[in-house]
């Protein structure tokens, strides 16, 4: 997973960082990034779909598949 968040895009990668490893409220990185909440959103959804990408590959190549 760490491989994978440090693939993402700087936007994303730290959108993903202040919510999901520093546990940042979405107020507070919506202040912190000078960002809309609609924009954090659409950043965070668009970092779980690359980072469900990214691990559904990694998987594939440890199955063989």
Do not use: H, N
């Not at 990668?13 to 000078?34: C, D, G, H, P, W």
């Amino acid at each position: 997973l760490r491989e994978c968040i440090q693939q993402l895009p700087d936007t994303y990668r730290e959108s993903v960082q202040l919510r999901y490893q520093q546990e940042f409220t979405m107020e507070a990185i919506q202040e912190k990034l000078a960002v809309s909440l609609e924009t954090l959103k659409k950043r965070l959804v668009r970092a779980k779909l690359r980072l469900s990408d990214c691990i559904q590959r990694r998987l594939d190549v440890v199955e063989g598949v």
